[in-house]
């Protein structure tokens, strides 16, 4: 019976071990702080860049027909900024 607890022991420390960075994440997500205006601006942009990739990604071969009607207002608005 304690050559299993220990077993078991051993094969927690391990898995711990291997996902440490997985767990930490998890439960102490990064705080993401802009410390001046330029980071926040620089934060915003690429923001808006993955939004608008994401967008462009969804268009596809069929263009803007794969687009609802509130995707194509907020693809225009983020074209505009």
Same mark, same amino acid.
């Given at each position: 019976?304690?050559?299993?607890?220990?077993?078991? @022991? @051993? #094969? @927690? %420390?391990v898995?711990? &071990? &291997? /996902? $440490?960075?997985?767990?930490?994440n998890? &439960? &102490?997500?990064? *705080?993401h702080k /802009?410390?001046t @205006?330029?980071? *926040?601006?620089?934060?915003?942009? !690429?923001?808006?860049? $993955?939004e608008?990739?994401? #967008?462009? %990604?969804?268009?596809?071969? /069929?263009g803007v /027909?794969?687009?609802?009607?509130?995707? !194509?207002?907020?693809?225009?608005?983020?074209? $505009?900024?």
């Amino acid at each position: 019976m304690s050559e299993y607890l220990i077993l078991g @022991i @051993i #094969l @927690i %420390a391990v898995l711990w &071990f &291997f /996902n $440490k960075d997985r767990i930490k994440n998890k &439960f &102490f997500p990064d *705080q993401h702080k /802009n410390y001046t @205006i330029d980071d *926040q601006f620089n934060s915003d942009k !690429r923001e808006r860049e $993955k939004e608008i990739d994401r #967008l462009l %990604a969804k268009m596809g071969k /069929n263009g803007v /027909n794969d687009l609802s009607p509130k995707e !194509r207002k907020r693809l225009d608005e983020l074209s $505009k900024k």
